[in-house]
């Protein structure tokens, strides 16, 4: 998701398979009859993962974005790419819910970290000491618990009825850090704040996505191993220009979000079966 930001910016990213008749699932699985719809912030947009459709503006809808990749090796009926950087739960209701019909047999979705005001959080980690970055997690994180969930619960309603015969899988952030002895740029106090409002913020849409009847997909143990400092990082650190910081690369995409999506596409569909 991209927010927006006059620095850094943390944000925050799901799938869940539903089709007709007998599908197949090994190797490049089938998916004929899927209607997909890919909602959410720049998470599920891709950006930072480059090669952006120009006809998405500032959506930043990339080729490389996690949904693309499952679109493009799975055989599908419609696939309509909604998803745009700066998304909070009240523009993705406004904005890209008019890609949903009764139609709709798959959703993808993440959204929630741009409510919560990550990009002012990950400015004030940045510019400020460690007892104010601390501070401005709290907040960050009474808003996850107390104001959110009220937030996601109205939006996933509406996709619910937008929807009703979809299966919706969403899908969450990953921690920023990994957290080491010797890394440039962060004190590992706030490394650690950052990491912890990501696990309240994944902990508040998990729980959402269950009161929904959802698919919760979590994504910090596909890039465990992978965040900033890791030596191996699926994450942008501070780029120039600045959107694209806090976000996955393409690798982040095509070696952590979709795995974690289509996991989840084949255990729902498993599931129904």
């Not at 197949?24 to 004929?32: D, E, F, H, I, N």
């Not at 996933?156 to 990994?178: D, E, M, N």
């Not at 220009?241 to 690369?249: F, M, R």
Request: overall charge positive; hydrophobic content about 40%.
């Amino acid at each position: 998701m991209q927010m927006r930001l006059s620095r850094p910016c943390v944000a925050a990213f799901g799938a869940v398979a539903f089709a007709a008749g007998m599908i197949s699932w090994s190797g490049s699985a089938s998916a004929a009859g899927t209607n997909y719809a890919a909602l959410g912030d720049s998470y599920s947009s891709g950006t930072g993962a480059g090669d952006y459709d120009p006809a998405s503006g500032s959506c930043n809808r990339s080729k490389n974005a996690y949904a693309e990749l499952w679109a493009a090796a799975h055989t599908t009926s419609s696939f309509k790419f909604v998803a745009c950087s700066g998304a909070t739960t009240a523009t993705v209701a406004s904005g890209q819910l008019g890609a949903l019909s009764s139609a709709t047999t798959l959703v993808s979705l993440t959204v929630g970290g741009n409510d919560a005001g990550f990009s002012d959080v990950m400015q004030t980690c940045v510019l400020h000491s460690a007892s104010t970055c601390e501070s401005a997690v709290a907040s960050a994180e009474s808003f996850m618990k107390n104001t959110l969930p009220g937030r996601l619960d109205s939006l996933y309603g509406k996709i619910r009825a937008k929807a009703p015969s979809a299966r919706v899988v969403v899908l969450g952030y990953p921690h920023l850090y990994k957290i080491v002895s010797v890394c440039v740029g962060l004190s590992n106090a706030k490394r650690t704040a950052l990491n912890g409002a990501a696990d309240v913020l994944d902990g508040t849409v998990k729980a959402a996505a269950g009161r929904a009847g959802f698919t919760w997909s979590d994504v910090r143990d596909e890039f465990a191993g992978h965040e900033l400092c890791s030596g191996d990082d699926w994450l942008h650190a501070v780029t120039i220009p600045i959107g694209s910081s806090y976000h996955p690369t393409a690798k982040g995409h095509r070696l952590g979000y979709l795995p974690a999506l289509t996991g989840s596409a084949k255990a729902s569909l498993q599931n129904q079966t």
